[in-house]
């Protein structure tokens, strides 16, 4: 089975470490992990994939609280500039407002740090089977080299 890019965005490269780990021994082991830290450098990297100058991911991860740029910002920029790129976001937070707010602006799902990956993981197990993934599981970007 081809193996899927799951990019995690966050500011706390501990957590990150965490969700590396627990997919490693979890036995997801068609997806590949990639960390990038912040919100600032998930928009240049997603600037990259959008120019086509690199892999763009089967799935985004992002936190919502992180300085500066945070995770509503990148996902509302992903739904305007790569909308076939699927997000979902894994915070703290457990107001009833972000868990709307990232709805409406085009978030796949919405797990809590505080359980320990546990719905996360059963996500990602489940890719297959949802319906925004693409039928190989991957996801399709074409470059926008017009600008």
Same mark, same amino acid.
């Not at 909308?83 to 009833?96: F, K, W």
């Not at 799902?109 to 197990?125: M, P």
């Given at each position: /089975? ?8 966050? %500011?706390? @490269? ?7 780990? =627990? ?10 992990? &990639? ?13 990259? $994939? ?6 763009? @991911? ?7 609280? /992180? ?5 509503? %910002?990148?996902? &509302? ?5 790569? @909308?076939?790129? @699927?997000?979902? /976001? ?7 407002? %972000? ?9 796949? =799902? ?29 996801? &399709? $970007?074409?470059?926008?080299?017009? &600008?």
């Amino acid at each position: /089975m081809k193996r899927r890019l799951l990019v995690h965005v966050d %500011d706390d @490269p501990d957590l990150a470490f965490l969700l590396e780990r =627990g997919l490693s021994v979890s036995g997801i082991s068609n997806w590949s992990f &990639q960390f990038i830290e912040g919100g600032a450098a998930a928009l240049e990297y997603l600037e990259r $994939v959008k120019a086509g100058d690199a892999e763009a @991911p089967t799935l985004l991860l992002l936190d919502i609280k /992180m300085p500066k740029v945070n995770g509503f %910002d990148v996902l &509302q920029w992903v739904n305007q500039n790569l @909308p076939g790129i @699927p997000a979902i /976001m894994l915070s703290s937070s457990e107001l009833i407002e %972000d868990r709307l707010r990232a709805r409406d602006l085009g978030s796949r =799902g919405y797990f809590s740090k505080g359980n320990i990956f546990t719905e996360l993981f059963e996500f990602l197990r489940a890719w297959d089977e949802t319906a925004f993934a693409h039928r190989d599981g991957t996801v &399709q $970007v074409q470059a926008n080299r017009e &600008q």
